[in-house]
T-cell receptor
Framework: GIQVEQSPPDLILQEGANSTLRCNFS?????LQWFHQNPWGQLINLFY???GTKQNGRLSATTVATERYSLLYISSSQTTDSGVYFC?????????FGTGTRLTIIP | ETGVTQTPRHLVMGMTNKKSLKCEQH?????MYWYKQSAKKPLELMFV???????ENNSVPSRFSPECPNSSHLFLHLHTLQPEDSALYLC?????????????FGSGTRLTVV
């Protein structure tokens, strides 16, 4: 079956700190993506990253498809980075989400 | 706004009421989706429409009835809901359902069933 697992479930950091979020996914999952859900419920696509590494400002993501995991890095965290980060994978013509990592950045 | 607009943003309804959620996109996408997000649970796919045809019903109870009159509009008709149906309902669109990326989500409708 399709499995997408995320860790840690919760992360509380001081402003300015760096963080690493992890996503493990099963063999039947492809097209790995990362989303950020802000406190108002808006889901924003951060990265489409089936393999390799991408960077966008303070955020970067790496997917090692052969080992079935992806990492999201956030550097120099800001309070606006708070929210829930989801990874999602595509399999059986469906986008399946992990349970998310709730990130709280303290000023 | 992301290009996918959902209305209303908040809805409180009784268990005997009938209401509808609306989703609209003008991104030129051909696939639209309903997801349910309950507290402490991952997003659950409910329905998929591809070129106005329903291609997925993820074992959703019949008290939820989707409608897709055209590729730009998607509705979710609600009737005789239960309190456990209270959740954030998210609509999304993509170019087409077999392409596994390029999803755009709306801001959701937060539904409370009393």
């Amino acid at each position: 079956g399709i499995q997408v697992e995320q860790s840690p479930p919760d992360l509380i950091l001081q402003e300015g700190a760096n963080s690493t979020l992890r996503c493990n996914f099963s063999d039947s999952v492809n097209n790995l993506q990362w989303f950020h859900q802000n406190p108002w419920g808006q889901l924003i696509n951060l990265f489409y990253i089936p393999s390799g590494t991408k960077q966008n400002g303070r955020l970067s993501a790496t997917t090692v498809a052969t080992e079935r995991y992806s990492l999201l890095y956030i550097s120099s965290s800001q309070t606006t980075d708070s929210g829930v980060y989801f990874c999602a994978g595509f399999g059986n013509e469906k986008l399946t989400f992990g349970t998310g990592t709730r990130l709280t950045i303290i000023p | 706004e992301t290009g996918v607009t959902q209305t209303p943003r908040h809805l409180v309804m009784g268990m005997t009421n009938k209401k509808s959620l609306k989703c609209e996109q003008h991104l030129g996408h051909n696939a639209m989706y309903w997801y349910k997000q309950s507290a402490k649970k991952p997003l659950e796919l409910m329905f998929v429409y591809n070129f106005k045809e329903q291609t997925e019903n993820n074992s959703v109870p019949s008290r939820f009835s989707p409608e897709c009159p055209n590729s730009s509009h998607l509705f979710l008709h609600l009737h005789t809901l239960q309190p456990e149906d209270s959740a954030l309902y998210l609509c999304a669109s993509s170019q087409e359902s077999r392409v596994g990326y390029g999803y755009t989500f709306g801001s959701g409708t937060r539904l409370t069933v009393v």
